[in-house]
């Protein structure tokens, strides 16, 4: 019954991004079905009028197919298994994959809570969400420049961010020296798919399943960002109220323990 509500919601979330994801395709096929069509017309003319509008159809499907692939890869990835883990120890247990990662021409400052914060999340979703974040960083500072990772406590009012609830939260915030974004990047870049990476190099798709992973932890995403000066990405996570005697330590230390 369990892996069957799994399923369910997995399908939920794959049915709320095919509204998107139909739109994008859309447009993917007009450019396709545009070159061709024009490519037809000249096929008489000259050369390279033509090779341009059918290097624009190849363009078109090869977008389509990455993007079918994108979402066959999200449909059949892994359910969430949410535990209790310390959100401070899971940051301070990534650092030394960020720092090797990103590599020796970014600095990254840790500036993290000391104290435990307990948090019920799918702890595999916690570190892809902190490795994406760091990515997407790396990408904005073209691979120079200083990212800083913070954790603090705080008090919030209802809505002061996005849809959160009144309550106190960590704050899990990662900040890049960057190109920042526009409003209209800000605005959308946690619809699926929407991207302003090259083919191959952008899925889209990371800030909108850190979107998903905030929300449904109980807890809320927000942007903050300067053109030119850079990007500050905040995660808010609620303390859990689980029992003690459910703690995992940390998804490393608590694999180990059951060898
Ligand atoms: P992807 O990184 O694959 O493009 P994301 O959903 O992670 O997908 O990000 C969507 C878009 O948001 C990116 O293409 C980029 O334009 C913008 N973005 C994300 N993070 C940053 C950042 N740290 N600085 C500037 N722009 C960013």
Redesign the pocket.
């Known amino acids: 019954a369990e892996a069957q509500l799994r399923q369910v919601q997995k399908m939920e979330a794959v049915g709320q991004l095919t509204g998107g994801i139909a739109h994008d395709f859309n447009n993917m096929l007009a450019v396709v079905v545009g070159g061709l069509d024009l490519a037809r017309r000249r096929i008489d003319g000259p050369r390279r009028e033509l090779l341009g509008h059918l290097t624009n159809a190849m363009e078109g499907a090869t977008r389509a197919a990455a993007l079918t692939r994108r979402l066959l890869s999200f449909a059949r990835s892994e359910p969430l298994l949410p535990e209790r883990v310390d959100a401070n120890e899971l940051i301070g247990s990534m650092r030394e994959l960020l720092d090797r990662t990103l590599g020796e021409s970014i600095v990254i400052d840790y500036r993290l809570d000391e104290a435990p914060w307990p948090v019920f999340v799918d702890s595999h979703q916690f570190e892809n969400a902190l490795l994406?974040?760091a990515?997407?960083?790396r990408?904005?500072m073209s691979g120079k420049g200083k990212l800083t990772v913070r954790s603090r406590n705080v008090r919030l009012a209802a809505g002061e961010i996005g849809d959160i609830r009144a309550g106190e939260y960590l704050r899990i915030a990662v900040s890049?020296t960057?190109?920042?974004?526009t409003d209209e990047?800000r605005e959308r870049?946690?619809e699926p798919f929407?991207?302003?990476?090259e083919v191959g190099?952008?899925?889209?798709?990371?800030?909108?399943q850190?979107f998903g992973f905030a929300h449904q932890s109980g807890g809320e995403i927000g942007i903050e960002?300067i053109l030119g000066e850079?990007?500050t990405?905040s995660i808010y996570l609620p303390r859990t109220e689980v029992e003690e005697d459910k703690v995992h330590v940390h998804p490393a230390s608590a694999a180990m323990a059951e060898e």
Do not use: P, R, Y
């Open positions: 994406n974040l990515l997407n960083a990408d904005a890049d960057g190109v920042g974004m990047v870049a946690f929407f991207t302003t990476k190099k952008g899925t889209g798709l990371g800030l909108s850190i960002s850079g990007t990405v």
